[in-house]
């Protein structure tokens, strides 16, 4: 009668809510809200939004370590709250930041501790450590104490202690927070790899780029809500669509002309003779540009739009409110 | 230089409100006291003899104003880790006497934990206590606290130089004392060499000068004890300045004054 | 496969990997043998030469139970304080497996003060004791290890549980010293303190470790033994309710003083 197999989703959340008590008697604060989310097996699932929006909190849940308030989270068909022991070795989880190191061990000493904590032996816990290190491309620093690290290395080594336990689940909570673009990139085909593994992922995140390059679906999530769950190339047609043009030194009837360019969606002063530019349609910031470097403005640079401008796009089409 | 001390008197006495709550006084610190002077008093029952009993209730009850007189040196290091000391960019001396103003409430309660296991577990253990007697001892427990602070000191400022053995100097000098300097034996049971050695710890001479005032001594015996007391004392104040302005010398050169551990 | 046993064991790894990285830890050892002077001193100023082996006996038992409370509470709090703890609940591995396996490293470290103190005895004082029942003496020392670990679990669990616990921390040892006839046997406490320190298991192993020592027979020594087991057990089973405890309450109120 178990439900766990192939067959059951990879991750399944069904109106999940968790509140937290606040100090002094206050009223709870609500992270999470008649949250839903199904992520198949061998899906790579982004869950994207702003700080606070609950991310944290899922994944908190979905690794066993808080108990929802209400509601039902299942990993591979078990739940997490009645069936803990048995959710635990099927995840591997990443926290972001520095936490859950020792950072006076080597890197190999940690992950050998790690190994040993999903039930592995200590010649296995060996082989694992050093196999997972090559392959976060720690290899040559296997021996030094994880303090001597940069952010971006312990990040790796934390991926790699998210993979000692061979988990079919990973769940990566803002894994390429404190990355330089070259280890952020080699992260990206790390990624890939699991997915080719038939690993599922769900990848927490609030960098859109990063989401859209990685996931085949994208939850947008706020203010502990699912607002929306999309294909990424969605998310892909949104930055192109709402790019941002700035320039510096631009005369006010230049500002007005550009104001008339189709697909400009509005001018906004930035500054003294400094403004935004925002579009909203693909295509739109060319002839934006052209105008302005043809006038002879040359302090000029195009944006993708922040995360914030995205949601409000995205609510506005639904034409629903982020918050109550 | 008068506000920077009253200014570091009143973070002292922050810092004991963090160590101390009334209730962790009295039911941690306090019982802990007493079950360690027990501890040692027992030892003389064990040996069937009154008259040691009251000998090691008296050198461990006084040996807690010693104890925690000690614990400066933990507490001197707190104002490392909180990185004031930085701030302190004066003179060596004038780093004494703040670091000195800082812990100053290790002496109140020390002089407060080791006279009330002297005074409550006296009658325990056979030791009668007249009203001059017990007036005595606490203001000699008082003169030990205040004396061994000095050495205290000299231990914090060795703790800050070397961080990872923060724990370690104090600890070694308390109970070398304890070891040495008359507290569970006369010091006359050890080596000469030891006997001299032990002769430079303020706490020993204290201990002496309670051991006297309330066993009949004369006046002017308690009084050159206590004499010894604050004569030592100076010296372990000279090293621990000469220390700190090894220490600050040595923070300089290799830029690390920020101490930020 | 049950992850129980690798981690009992890496935890202990860790934890002797932490003596050697940081010597600071291991000051009980640097003080146990000043204890055996102090004590030692005691018993030969006294011209008791058979009390000899109470005064080195009871420093090593003092730096074992020290250490148990002064490291397991530490190593928690470390643990807890750089996110290790929260992780390790993500495992497979029950927290009680983890703590175990720190505090039984702890406990074996610490009874190379045994090995100390004996040396002062014969080194500095020229006093050798010799153990007139070495099969009483290891199996005792067993069955005191296994209590002193069984109560640094307990008392690690007890200083993440409760708030405010900690302060106590530091004052934990003489109680226990006393409590446990460390140096002189329960029997020579009044009244009541006598029946309080018979469920301690430390009371009972004390007093077998001495008797092991003499050259007289061991009286009634498997039920003692016994005593010390049970009582041992009981602790342990303490501990482990208690760690339990504390990942429940850490799940619920998602405040265990994480990131």
Known sequence: MSLTGIDAPAVEVR????????????????????????????????????????????????ST??????????????????????????????????????????????????????????REG?????????????????????????????????????????????????????????????????????????????????DMAEAEALCDRVSFIDGGRLLRCEDPRVLGELLSRHERVRAAGVPEALAARIADLPGVERVRATGPGAVLVETDRGGAALPVLRTLVEAGVTDVSTAPPTLEEVYLHLIGERGMAVRP | MIAVLRQTMWSGWTDLRLVYTPTTWAFGWMVRVLCQVVFYS?????????????????????????????????????ERMSGTLSLLAAAPAGMVAVLAARSWFWIATGTLSSSIALLALAPFFGLRLGFGESAAAVALVFVTALTNYAVGLCCGSLALRFHGLRNVFANIALLTMTAFGGVMVPVAFWPAGLQWFAA???????????????????APAVLAEAGFAFATAAGWLAVAAASLWWFQANARRTGSIDFGD | ????????????????????????????????????????????HGGRADLAAYALLAPAVMTSVGMAVMEAGESIFRDRASGVLEAIMTTPAPLAAVLSGRVAAITAVSLLGIGECWLV???????????????VFALTLAAAAAGIAATGVLLAAVFVVGRNVRSFQNSLTFPLYLLGGAMVPVAFLPWGFEALSRLFFLSWATDLLRDSLSPGPVAAFWPRLGAVLGLSAVLFAAGFWLAHRLVRRVRRTGTAGFA
């Open chain 1, 15 to 62: 109106a999940l809510v968790r509140d937290f008590a606040t100090a002094r008697g206050g009223p709870p604060r609500r992270a999470l809200d008649a949250f839903n989310l199904t992520v198949a097996p061998g899906e790579v699932h982004g869950l994207l939004g702003p700080n606070g929006a609950g991310k944290t909190t899922l994944c908190k849940i979905l």
């Open chain 1, 65 to 122: 370590i808080l108990l929802p308030t209400s509601g039902t989270a299942r990993v591979q068909g078990l739940d997490v709250v009645t069936d803990a022991k048995r959710v635990r070795p099927l995840l591997g989880i990443v926290f972001g930041g520095e936490r859950g190191l020792y950072a006076r061990m080597t890197a190999a000493q940690n992950l050998r501790f790690w190994a040993a904590l999903y039930g592995h032996g200590r």
């Open chain 1, 126 to 206: 060996r082989r694992r450590a050093a196999e997972l290190l090559e392959r976060v491309g720690l290899g040559p620093r296997a021996n030094e104490p994880v303090e001597t690290f940069s952010r971006g290395m312990k990040q790796r080594l934390h991926l790699a202690r998210g993979l000692v336990g061979d988990p079919r689940v990973l769940v990566l909570d803002e894994p390429t927070v404190g990355m330089d673009p070259v280890s952020a990139h080699e992260f990206r085909d790390l990624v890939e790899d699991l997915r080719g593994e038939g690993r599922t992922v769900l990848l927490t995140t609030h």
């Open chain 2, 42 to 78: 027992t030892l003389g029952t064990l040996l069937g003899d009154p008259d040691r009993t009251r000998f090691l209730l008296v050198g461990a009850a006084v040996f807690i104003a010693a104890n925690e007189t000690m614990m400066a040196s933990a507490s001197t290091t707190w």
């Open chain 2, 200 to 218: 430079a710890f303020p706490a020993v001479h204290g201990l002496a000068a309670v051991r006297l005032a309330i066993g009949g001594g004369s």
């Open chain 3, 1 to 44: 496969m049950s992850a129980a046993l690798p981690a009992f064991l890496a935890a202990a790894r860790t934890q002797l990997g932490e003596f050697r990285r940081e010597p600071g830890t291991l000051l009980m050892l640097v003080t146990a043998p000043f204890f055996a002077v102090i004590l030692l001193s005691v018993t030969e």
């Open chain 3, 121 to 135: 005895g014969a080194l500095g004082f020229g006093v050798v004791v010799a153990v007139a029942h070495p099969l």
